[in-house]
């Protein structure tokens, strides 16, 4: 069975412009989540998707991210326009229905803005 | 959420049992423990998740004293392959969509 995957697995980009990561989950699970962990931080939650539906957008640092998941299946974050302190590690998760604490994690895709 | 406090830093030699003790004093009646392992250069992977007293999988065990003010992570014999950073997570079972919430971990290296 495929785990969670990430694309790309690394981007460098300028301040200014525009990423999308993508996040495709394991097969059948409704929860997917992003997190991210900025240089020399802990790892922090920005949101959790049930399905297609925000369920807890509580951690997303302001309104120049995005995330989609249209039709439930995979899952996009965009940062536009990105700033130097975007830069970090994002990692994506799922998890089966009423199993949230046992998350399945991608590699994460590092983001360096510059 | 309680807060966690473990070890920044363990070191073991290799065929050791290594035990890594994390602090929770202000946990919750619904509270549980969750510990996440990771390896460089990839993201978290739940190892074992614990209400109180022993829990143990093919990974490791999980021992919480009747007070649950603390628990320890134990991992058998221990090889080069676990090397590692070790989080241990306090919060409610998850099922009801409570983000996890990662602290700065143990960071965790067996030698030869």
């Known amino acids: 069975e495929a785990g969670v995957t990430q694309f790309p697995s690394h981007s460098v980009i300028e301040k200014g412009q525009t990423v999308t990561l993508r996040c495709d989950p394991i097969?059948?699970?409704?929860?997917l989540y992003w997190y991210r962990r900025v240089m020399g931080k802990e790892i922090k939650f920005l949101l959790h998707f049930v399905k297609e539906s925000k369920q807890d957008e509580s951690g997303m640092p302001n309104n120049r991210f995005l995330a989609e998941r249209t039709g439930g299946t995979y899952s996009t974050l965009k940062v536009q326009p990105a700033e130097l302190e975007d830069s970090g590690v994002y990692f994506c998760a799922s998890s089966q229905s009423g199993l949230s604490y046992e998350q399945y994690f991608g590699p994460g895709t590092r983001l360096t803005v510059t | 959420l309680a807060k966690t406090t473990q070890p920044i830093s363990m070191d073991s030699y290799e065929g050791q049992e290594v035990n890594i003790t994390c602090s929770h004093n202000n946990i919750a009646t619904n509270d549980y423990i969750t510990w996440y392992q990771q390896f460089p250069s990839q993201g978290p992977r739940f190892i074992i998740q614990?209400?109180?007293t022993k829990v143990t999988n093919e990974v490791a065990s999980l021992f919480i004293p009747a007070d649950r003010k603390s628990s320890t992570l134990s991992l058998p014999r221990v090889s080069l392959s676990d090397t590692a950073v070790y989080y241990c997570?306090?919060?409610?079972?998850?099922?009801?969509?409570?983000?996890?919430?990662f602290g700065k971990g143990t960071r965790l290296s067996v030698i030869a």
């Open positions: 997570l306090v919060g409610a079972d998850y099922s009801g969509n409570t983000p996890l919430v």
């Open positions: 097969s059948g699970h409704d929860n």
């Open positions: 614990g209400y109180k």
